[in-house]
């Protein structure tokens, strides 16, 4: 063979190494993941996961409820189906020093975070003695003692908002990581395309997280994005992408920790889309006439988290009656935070005036 093609050929298959591949980085998270998807959890820690994800689920069936009479006000949306991504993502985040932000559909998120549902409940129900003094509401929610930053009303605007918390930790060098969660609906947003560039450019220590439900407000990705695997929309940008199975905690919880520990050791952006399935409307006052009662049931049969993890944990040796008794403590958890909520008093008038203004500067 001639020195010359010679020369090309092994200059070829320099290339393809991952050394000097450059497109390697965007691949390599992706593949880890691949190559070992699940958390190899203890009985201990899935019960726990299961826990967790039977709060939510029992929490904003009772939010439902509440709505229903007229106790809660506005607009409420639910966070049923989607409940590994919360809390397999927020477990792998470290307690008081990670922040969390995400869209206005936030109660999953701060339970998940281990914020009292007493609190969040009386939020919801507008008392004086929720986490926002009432004043927030189902969507606006906020904790900086828990570094939860948000519930926003606005589609896409925490994600800009995040890459600032991101931005935080990096001058604070406190070795924080932020959670900036959106919506399939948010991805089309110019803002988040903005916070991309920054977040690369500066390697500022956040990841990404696309909860991609299928159907934005009442919208299929697929009439409404032209690029529908979100995980790749960071690429212009060089973040890496991973896609997960949102339904699976374990799954969550695993790409979580390699999501998050790329990030932490200063390497910047990662992005995440986790594919989920939410089982209720957009909002309490949303009808979902734009899918069928038999897909959402297809999905609850089949790929529903908590009945996933309910059978592994069966597998594991966990009965079925303790399983019952983990049901009933939640529920009477769930239940005193509604009574809780509806015992406490409404905000004094003069609240109106407090929280509007920053007064130093």
Known sequence: MPKAQSDAKSGANAAATPAEDEDFALRSLQQAHAADRRY?????????????????RRFEEKAGQLYGLGLIGGFCHL????????????????????SVITGYRDHGHMLAYGIDPKVIMAELTGRHSGISKGKGGSMHMFSVDHKFYG????????????????????????????????????????????????????????VFVVENNQYAMGTAVTRGSAETHFYRRGTAFRIPGMQVDG??????????????DHVRAGNGPVLMELSTYR?????????????????????????????????????????????????????????????????????????????VLVERY
């Open 151 to 206: 519930g926003h009303g606005i589609v896409g605007a925490q994600v800009p908002l995040g890459a600032g918390l991101a931005f935080a930790h990096k001058y604070n060098e406190d070795g924080g990581v932020t959670l900036a969660y959106f919506g399939d609906g948010a991805a089309n947003q110019g803002q988040v395309y903005e916070a991309f560039n920054m977040a690369a450019l500066w390697k500022l220590p956040i």
């Open 40 to 56: 190899k959890a203890s009985k201990e820690e899935l019960l726990h996961f299961y826990e967790q994800m039977l709060l939510i």
């Open 79 to 98: 966070y049923i189906g989607q409940e590994a991504v919360a809390v397999g993502l927020q477990s792998a985040l470290k307690g008081g020093v990670d």
């Open 247 to 260: 339904m699976d905690v374990l799954e969550v919880h695993k790409a979580g920790q390699i999501a998050i």
């Open 279 to 355: 089982y209720r409307g957009h909002s309490m006052s949303d009808p979902a006439k734009y899918r069928s009662r038999e897909e959402v049931q297809g999905v609850r049969e089949k790929r529903d988290p908590i009945e996933h993890a309910k059978t592994e944990l069966m597998e594991m040796g966990v009965s079925e009656a303790s399983l019952k008794d983990v049901d009933k403590r939640v529920r009477a958890q769930v239940a005193e935070a509604a009574d809780f909520a509806e015992s406490s008093p409404e905000p004094e008038m003069a609240e109106l005036y407090t929280d």
